[in-house]
């Protein structure tokens, strides 16, 4: 029998409820495959957590997290602590403090899926994001001048290494490689940006020589997000900064019908430490506590999990029967369905089951 150790930390919100789901259905997985078995040590760490203990996680908290398979988070942040802290808390401590440095994000229209793009094939969208995940505009740094005063200056500082954004820039071109995609496209503002932004072009066009076969083009965001709606089957990997890559892609699930469709892998590639898997949502306190959250965002989060654990068939076993859900229109009411959260974790347990 093999031990897989998670962490768990459904955090705020619909993360609660979208967790609980998951369990539920790892709990499943574990029944069909037979040799596996899911260790889950759960932990309390939140915006409500912050409100008792006034961190949102205890200050060994990465030491307690450390030794597990896989990390799964909900979703961080809940009105009463400001969204700053509980970010920098929570998620950008995880992220950081264990080189997740890829933020990996498909964007896939699956059948069944109402894209409010006109769209002439459904295959229109089916591309990944790589967002760099631990520094940019992400680090972090900065000050302010003369406070309350007119003169009053906010800075907010983007560091971006040679060492942090060739990797993830080519980590884009070996996915491109490994699955024979056509192109990437990075996300650029260097003509405003006179620092950054160049210098992730240059490293873009040092790393893209050594990929010849693959198209390589850099776009300014701002041409891109209007592309990602007017022309989406143009991409196939788009490799973006911290920023720039949370805002596509939080554009791109909602160019599935929903922001409540897109899973987030947090990925340290050598695995050195952990990973964490998570949807791209966050925790939604206008539908938290009325049992509709949309799990899919967290179940396909759960399929990139697997795959990463090197549970392949359990994996493609979990997509296959969360397409088959969403095909037969099971699903929650942000994507026009009449079914609540529990409905679609039964309805996704007996396809499992089926499929199997
Ligand atoms: N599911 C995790 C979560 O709460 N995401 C919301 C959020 O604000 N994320 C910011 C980010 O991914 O940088």
């Not at 942040?77 to 950008?92: A, E, K």
């Not at 897109?262 to 898997?277: A, H, Q, T, V």
């Not at 994996?315 to 699903?331: P, T």
């Amino acid at each position: 029998m093999r031990n897989i150790g998670l962490k768990v930390i459904p955090g705020d919100g619909i993360g609660i409820e979208v967790i609980h789901e998951a369990k539920i259905v790892l709990k499943e997985i574990e029944k069909i495959h037979g040799g596996i078995q899911f260790i889950f040590d759960e932990y309390e760490w939140s915006c409500e957590y912050y409100l008792k203990h006034g961190e949102m996680m205890p200050k060994d908290g990465l030491k307690i997290l450390e030794n597990c398979d896989s990390i799964l988070l909900g979703a961080v942040g809940f009105p009463g602590v400001p969204d700053h802290i509980s970010l920098r808390g929570l998620l950008l401590p995880i992220r950081m403090g264990f080189d997740q440095y890829i933020n990996f994000r498909p964007i896939k229209l699956l059948p069944g899926l109402k894209s409010p793009l006109v769209l002439s094939s459904p295959s229109d969208i089916d591309f990944v994001c790589i967002r760099e995940n631990t520094e940019g505009e992400y680090c972090g740094k900065g000050y302010y001048k003369n406070e309350n005063t007119p003169e009053e200056i906010a800075v907010q500082e983007a560091w971006f290494s040679r060492k942090g954004t060739e990797r993830v820039i080519r980590y884009a071109f070996e996915y491109a490689k490994k699955n024979n995609l056509k192109s990437v496209v990075s996300g650029t503002k260097s003509n405003s940006l006179n620092y950054s932004m160049v210098f992730w072009d240059k490293i873009f066009n040092e790393v893209k020589e050594d990929y010849k076969d693959i198209e390589a083009r850099s776009i300014l965001i701002d041409a891109l997000s209007g592309l990602f709606i007017l022309k989406p089957q143009m991409f196939d990997v788009v490799v973006a900064s911290n920023l720039f890559g949370d805002i596509l892609t939080d554009l791109g699930s909602a160019m599935l019908g929903s922001i409540g469709i897109s899973p987030s892998g947090n990925i340290n590639p050598e695995k050195k430490y952990p990973s964490m898997f998570e949807p791209v949502h966050g925790s939604a306190p206008d539908i938290a506590g009325k049992g509709i959250a949309n799990p899919i965002a967290t179940f396909w989060a759960l399929v990139l999990m697997l795959e990463h654990l090197d549970l392949n068939n359990m994996s493609a076993l979990l997509m296959n029967s969360l397409k088959d859900c969403i095909k037969d229109g099971i699903v929650t009411p942000d994507l026009g369905g009449s079914y609540n959260t529990k409905q679609v974790t039964r309805e996704l347990c007996s396809r499992l089951m089926r499929q199997h």
